[in-house]
């Protein structure tokens, strides 16, 4: 899948956008209303009023980004409508972008060293 990379930090803005904006106003949006900066390679994901809509948004250090994906089947699982940003993993994004729900989705624990070898 051409996308943001595994590493990617995502804010998801929680309230619906108009869909008619393209990359260029959803940037400026970033800029104003979220009071972010859209060329940092944070990637940015708005819904639609309807759950089966999403855009992200990002920089890539060549160019400004835009990936929309419309559902066939199914919404897209949602926070609650709020004003405001909310962060995602790169893995979680993932689930959202398939369908699916992302709560379930947990960072990974970081392997522990043995301090003693044997």
Sequence with gaps: MIGPGTEARVLVATRPVDFRKGADS???MVKAELGADPFSGVVYVFRAKKADRVKLVWWDGTGLCLMAKRLED??????GIQDGVMRL?????????????????HAGRRPIAPQIAG
């Design 26 to 28: 959803l940037a400026a």
């Design 74 to 79: 199914g919404r897209f699982r949602w926070p």
């Design 89 to 105: 993993t790169a893995a979680q994004l993932g689930a959202l972008l398939e369908g699916l729900d992302w709560r379930r989705v």
